[in-house]
């Protein structure tokens, strides 16, 4: 039986480059950029790459990067925008929990909920952590956003999805949010790029600072900073908040 996030990313690579969440591409490899010095010697892996916008932007600028995705549909999306732009991408279709790579890339990228935090149990959830982890050098950083669980105790996840919804993009109704296990569960509805209208049963984990941290600390990485993610904006400058929808994570293995 299929999960609701491989059902979601059927025939939805077109639509989901027009959601309001994806548009802050440009600002956020401007971020990665800077955080790697604009080393263009470096391997990337973007986990969850979707339709490979943040893969495309970065390849365009001269880096050599690998976009990861489960939904065979999606990537079939990225490349169609890669090629139509003569670049030559390498997209591999893996699932995050079981990635064949072995101290690989010097720098792996998660963003807008790709793959972390969308699976059923906080132990896959950790799987990719892990398996991301592994796939990285010794000297590897992670770059990743992850719904922020502080957001939920003093806003309603509901009203700040409406908020940002355009016409024509997902909706999100009867959100309802477990204390017990941080995950949001909520009627997502949206529209596939034949025309169909889908209504999916979806639910999300939002994770406090200090889980990620800990998460983090067991897989070796020494230096970990955690910052309010704003879309297109990202900046080591945005202190976390109970306003900001998503977090920032940056990783080091080697902490200097």
């Not at 690579?13 to 490899?29: K, R």
Request: proline share 2%; charged share 30%; hydrophobic share 35%.
């Amino acid at each position: 039986m299929k999960q609701w996030y491989e059902t979601l990313f059927e025939n939805y690579g077109i639509q989901y480059d027009n959601e309001c969440f994806t548009q802050g591409t440009i600002g956020e490899c401007d971020f990665i950029e800077k955080e790697i010095n604009y080393n263009r010697s470096l391997k990337i892996v973007d986990v969850g790459c979707g339709t490979g916008r943040h893969t495309i932007e970065l390849t365009k600028r001269g880096y050599l990067v690998t976009g990861i995705d489960l939904s065979e549909s999606i990537l079939e999306r990225a490349k169609g925008k890669a090629r139509a732009q003569n670049l030559h991408i390498d997209f591999q279709k893996h699932d995050a929990r079981q990635l064949p790579f072995v101290d690989e890339y010097d720098l792996a990228i998660m963003l807008c909920e790709g793959a972390f935090p969308l699976m059923e149990t906080d132990e896959m959830n950790y799987e990719i952590l892990r398996n991301v982890t592994r796939a990285l050098k010794s000297n590897g950083k992670l770059i990743f956003t992850t719904l922020n669980g502080l957001f939920p105790l003093f806003n309603s996840v509901e009203e700040f999805c409406a908020s940002k919804t355009r016409e024509g993009n997902a909706t999100y109704r009867k959100n309802t949010f477990d204390l017990m296990t941080f995950r949001d569960f909520n009627t997502t509805t949206v529209e596939d790029d034949l025309g169909n209208k889908r209504e999916l049963k979806c639910n999300e984990r939002y994770y406090v600072p200090p889980e990620i941290t800990w998460q983090l600390k067991s897989l070796g990485f020494k230096k970990i900073d955690i910052y309010g993610a704003k879309l297109g904006a990202f900046s080591r400058d945005n202190s976390l908040s109970t306003s900001d929808f998503e977090m920032l994570v940056i990783a080091e293995k080697n902490g200097i």
